[in-house]
């Protein structure tokens, strides 16, 4: 097997890439932003970091609902997580109902996700 000089390149930019970022949070990596200070926006990019984790470490199975179901788990669990966040320090009446509906809604689809999952093993 002969192996491409680009793939090689590409390789070592991805690992020298994230070494050189892994003192900032992964939702962060690339971004030139401010420190977040409210414990709020500290819990958005916990959420998201956390989903971020999850999801590299995920081997795609090749089959395009379990690789949905998979990915989207996190994806959703994000959500609820910075919702939640949301419903402890917002105060927009609109916000607050929209944080309400997303924490409703989203671990309505993760439990529906496991169930699925949990049907269709490989």
């Known amino acids: 097997m002969r ?17 050189m970022a ?5 939702a962060m990596q690339g971004m030139s932003m401010p420190e977040a200070t409210n414990p709020a926006s500290q819990a958005y990019l916990q959420a998201m970091d956390a989903m971020n984790k999850s999801m590299q470490g995920m081997i795609p199975t090749n089959d395009p609902s379990m690789d949905f ?17 949301y419903l402890k320090a917002g105060k ?5 109902k929209m ?3 997303i924490v409703a809604s989203q671990e309505k689809e993760i439990k529906k996700m496991n169930e699925w999952e949990a049907k269709h093993k490989m």
């Open 3 to 19: 192996i491409r000089p680009y793939l090689i390149a590409a390789a070592v930019t991805v690992v020298a890439g994230s070494a």
């Open 22 to 26: 892994e003192d900032k949070p992964r």
């Open 69 to 85: 179901v998979m990915m989207m788990k996190p994806h959703h669990q994000a959500a609820v997580d910075m919702a939640q966040a």
């Open 92 to 96: 927009d009446p609109e916000l607050l």
């Open 99 to 101: 944080a309400k509906d």
